[in-house]
């Protein structure tokens, strides 16, 4: 064999052994995405499917659906998928099995792009007309699948109808809710705004009168509440379930007290692991979202009483802890239009997470009033987190965020809050540690404190702080539990801590002061003393009296409105130079803030790690040196708007 040839199978050779390595590397690289597919496929058990061309009488596959969710959730078991696609379910779905673990949940969820709306009403034809713009339909109590809700009244603890009567059924017209009149005469003042219902009940129907201005109600979409809730667990411990990309309307939820069983348009009961995200929940007669008491002996009254005894009712059966309830995260839903409250629950929501989401139009009818009304209410808020979350236009009775008996532990961080007429924040009943950072709440009553041990840190208020007692008592725990340390009457307000904030105040007062039955008010007293520090006063605001070397700085004109644009909201805003001249402010830590004097506990995060506000509203870092006081850091001396919601 002469050169040539040689060096010819040389080639030959290096060229097929090139060729089978390619080979096996293909052969791999197929086999590779070969099993990635099917681990992603067999990252469940099993995938259930749900669709409007489907039939119960299916296996439930994709290609042969179930046609109802509740179907679905009838055989779900832990670790299964199901899939609902596009369409309107008219159904209340009542969870029969959960999940095991947060690695072993049951999800619900849409298809992405695909619209799913499930719906507590149906439509109803053969409207008769009265007069003008008044129309009749009489209903069959047979239409409903169990209470005729036209004849079920609202009623419960802390619910003043102002010797009125409500329903819980609701008329709706294209979608959006009517408002219930007292009487028929009510209807002959027509209302184009938010036209007008009334009904008459005998023995086995009901009578609809309602306005429609404009409108002939058989050519339009009038629907009727048919079901009390939507989604929600009718027995305790149906645990860790995930319900992702819903659109929940229309449900004749019940009053929903924290000294009663509590629920919502979507509940868990008395459960722990649920999470709720990117769903659009609107239309509930009284509550959106519910993780309240419903394990609790509900013989109790509507009192102080009745609290401490849920309490201890929970402490002494074993059922309130970490390991059997709470740890729910509520996270990037759209909530609206509720008449009591946006999110609620008594204990349940106990080391659960709320964060971003946008809450508004919470009791607007304004035709009822009760003490349980706010875009979130919570009592027992044990190291809940709430941030980043947008809370807006709320009824006379409406806060914004109210935390009320024992929130624990509780970090209330970088929320947007305003025009909420009944307050941005209120804080009731609570021996802390609390935690409030970098909020802007933009109201009329942006604070309101009838607790101990409170810390505020790096918020705007842009009116007077409204400080109060109370006299009633309540329970403080062991550090990051719901094991009860010991019982305290929260008489006089104090040990409470203020830095680095900036207060605005139209009636250029920083705190107001309030009292309940009569009792005075001592706020900063040797046994409880007041903290102030590194404060800014603004537009004319005057300083309190108790801080040492305040910053008053009068020559500030900022206009603290919210402004709604297309894309979301503004403030008008300006980082004076000056407000970090020869100052020298801190950066707030779990150190520098100490322990609270009653509950002798250290302000930290849930889990237990140190607190350090070096982030600003936004997410950006403070200046380590001389952090700017307020929620913003580093923003322009320019006067300009700048979107405070969505976040970017």
């Known amino acids: 064999m002469n050169k040539i040839q040689r060096a010819k199978s040389y080639l030959r050779s290096i060229l097929s052994l090139v060729l089978l390595v390619t080979f096996i590397s293909c052969s791999s690289n197929k086999t590779f995405k070969k099993n990635e597919k099917s681990e992603e496929k067999n990252s469940f058990l099993k995938e259930i499917h749900v669709a409007k061309n489907g039939s119960d009488k299916n296996s439930g596959t994709k290609e042969k659906p179930f046609l109802t969710i509740q179907k679905a959730a009838d055989i779900v078991k832990a670790g299964d998928l199901v899939i609902v696609h596009k369409g309107t379910y008219r159904e209340s779905i009542t969870p029969k099995n959960g999940g095991e673990s947060n690695e072993k949940r049951i999800i619900y969820k849409t298809v992405k792009g695909e619209k799913v709306i499930i719906k507590g009403s149906e439509i109803v034809k053969g409207w008769k007309k009265v007069s003008g713009d008044i129309w009749e339909k009489e209903i069959d109590d047979s239409y409903f699948e169990n209470t005729n ?117 979507i509940g868990a009961n008395w459960a722990k692991g649920w999470i709720i995200e990117n769903n659009e929940i609107s239309y509930s007669r009284s509550a959106g979202i519910c993780f309240g008491r419903a394990a609790i002996d509900t013989t109790q009254v509507m009192s102080a009483y009745g609290m401490i005894a849920s309490f201890k009712y929970a402490e002494n059966y074993g059922i309130w802890n970490k390991e059997k309830v709470g740890s729910h995260i509520i996270r990037n839903n759209k909530i609206s239009n509720c008449g009591q409250a946006g999110i609620v629950g008594n204990m349940g929501t106990a080391f659960s997470t709320i964060q971003g989401n946008e809450i508004s139009e919470i009791n607007t009818l304004e035709n009822y009033r009760g003490m349980e009304q706010a875009g979130i209410k919570l009592h027992g808020g044990v190291d809940v987190i709430i941030k980043d979350n947008c809370v807006y236009n709320t009824g006379r009775m409406a806060r914004g965020i109210w935390l009320d008996w024992t929130g624990q532990g509780a970090v209330i961080s970088n929320n947007l809050i305003f025009n909420t007429k009944a307050g941005s924040l209120y804080l009731e009943v609570n021996h802390g540690p609390i935690f409030c950072a970098n909020n802007i709440l933009i109201n009329n009553k942006p604070f309101t404190n ?111 409105k919210i402004i709604k644009k297309e894309d979301g909201f503004y403030l008008e805003w300006a980082n004076n130079p000056k407000w970090t001249e020869n100052t020298n402010r801190q950066i707030v830590t779990t150190e520098k803030l100490g322990k609270t004097v009653i509950s002798k506990l250290k302000f930290e995060n849930p889990d237990g790690s140190l607190i350090k506000i070096d982030t600003d509203y936004f997410g950006n870092p403070r200046d380590e040196n001389n952090p700017t006081p307020g929620p913003f850091e580093g923003l322009s001396s320019e006067k300009k708007l700048i979107k405070v919601w969505p976040k970017s």
């Open 450 to 560: 009838r607790s101990r041990g409170t810390a505020l840190v790096h918020n705007l208020f842009s009116a007077q702080v409204l400080i109060a007692n109370t006299t009633r008592s309540s329970p403080y725990l062991y550090p990051h539990s719901t094991k009860i340390d010991d019982y305290y009457v929260n008489s006089q307000p104090g040990d409470d801590i203020f830095y680095n904030n900036i207060f605005s105040s139209p009636k250029k007062i920083a705190m107001k002061f309030g009292a309940s039955k009569g009792d005075s008010i001592e706020y900063n007293s040797d046994k409880l003393p007041l903290t102030m520090g590194g404060n800014l006063y603004i537009n004319e605001t005057k300083a309190y009296t108790i801080e040492n070397n305040p910053q008053v700085i009068s020559d500030d004109n900022l206009d603290l």
């Open 149 to 265: 809700l036209f004849k079920e009244e609202m009623k419960g603890h802390w619910f003043f109808p102002q010797g009125k009567s409500y329903h819980t059924g609701v008329v709706y017209l294209n979608g959006v809710w009517m408002k219930e009149a007292q009487n028929e005469k009510e209807l002959d003042e027509l209302n184009k705004e938010i036209p007008l219902w009334f009904v008459k009940n005998d023995d086995t129907k009901t009578v609809v009168f309602a306005q429609f201005p404009d409108v002939n109600p058989n050519d339009a979409t009038v629907e009727i509440n048919t079901k009390k809730t939507l989604f929600h667990a009718q027995k305790s411990g149906v645990n860790y379930i995930t319900i992702n990309g819903f659109e929940f309307k229309h449900a004749a939820t019940s009053w929903s007290a924290p000294t009663q069983p509590q629920t919502g348009m």
